[in-house]
């Protein structure tokens, strides 16, 4: 009887220990997490030629000479965005504005990098355009998400400066990262 009794005696204590230890460890401070967000090949080109763009226009001290280098990284922008297919673009959803069969959409990448459209759809849509349609309606602002965006072959390019007006705006409209790219 006294074994019988040692053995429940000893499964007790780990028990109790284990609880402990358990108890222990999640009080702990949490562990770092690595920060580094994947960002997508696009995302990355935009953003160099931006940073590019800033530290060229940090060099110059003249106006004239500021807004030279504005239209040339315009150019480049313009450059850019049409040889690409912009895919996998983390952004916050900052505006969803839906009236009747228009959308309007403006997102933000980090605060030099906004995305901006307002899409006009037709009574009668295909598969693809309703498909589309119900996405954009269904953004909701102040999330975080990842879409591939449709550049319209517009854009504006900023100088910057200390009033958190963004570098680039460009004018595309999101679709989801599922849909296929239409040829």
């Given at each position: 009887?006294?074994?019988d009794?040692?053995?429940l005696?000893?499964?007790?204590?780990?028990t109790?220990?284990?609880?402990?230890?358990?108890i222990?460890?999640?009080?702990?401070?949490?562990k770092k997490?690595?920060?580094?967000v994947?960002?997508?090949?696009?995302?990355?080109?935009?953003q160099?030629?931006?940073?590019?763009?800033k530290?060229?226009?940090?060099n110059?001290?003249?106006?004239?000479?500021?807004?030279?280098l504005?239209?040339?990284f315009a150019?480049?922008f313009?450059d850019l965005l049409?040889n690409i297919?912009?895919?996998s673009?983390r952004?916050?959803?900052?505006?969803?504005?839906v009236?009747?069969?228009?959308?309007?959409?403006?997102f933000?990448c980090?605060n030099e990098?906004f995305?901006?459209?307002?899409?006009?759809?037709m009574?009668?849509?295909d598969?693809?355009?309703?498909?589309?349609?119900?996405?954009?309606?269904?953004?909701?602002?102040?999330l975080?998400?990842?879409?591939?965006?449709?550049?319209i072959?517009?854009?504006?390019?900023?100088?910057?400066?200390?009033?958190?007006i963004?570098?680039?705006?460009?004018?595309?409209?999101?679709?989801?990262?599922?849909l296929?790219?239409?040829e």
């Open positions: 009887m006294t074994t009794r040692q053995s005696m000893t499964k007790l204590f780990k109790i220990f284990i609880f402990c230890l358990f222990y460890s999640c009080q702990q401070s949490p997490v690595d920060t580094k994947y960002t997508s090949i696009p995302q990355r080109q935009i160099y030629l931006v940073d590019t763009f530290s060229a226009i940090g110059e001290k003249q106006p004239n000479e500021q807004d030279s504005r239209i040339k150019y480049k313009y049409s297919y912009i895919d673009i952004v916050r959803i900052d505006t969803v504005l009236e009747n069969l228009t959308v309007t959409t403006v933000h980090n990098i995305f901006r459209s307002s899409l006009t759809f009574k009668k849509m598969a693809r355009q309703d498909t589309l349609f119900r996405f954009m309606k269904g953004l909701k602002p102040g975080d998400t990842v879409v591939n965006f449709a550049y072959g517009n854009h504006e390019v900023r100088l910057p400066n200390s009033n958190g963004p570098i680039i705006k460009i004018f595309a409209f999101p679709t989801p990262i599922w296929p790219k239409k």
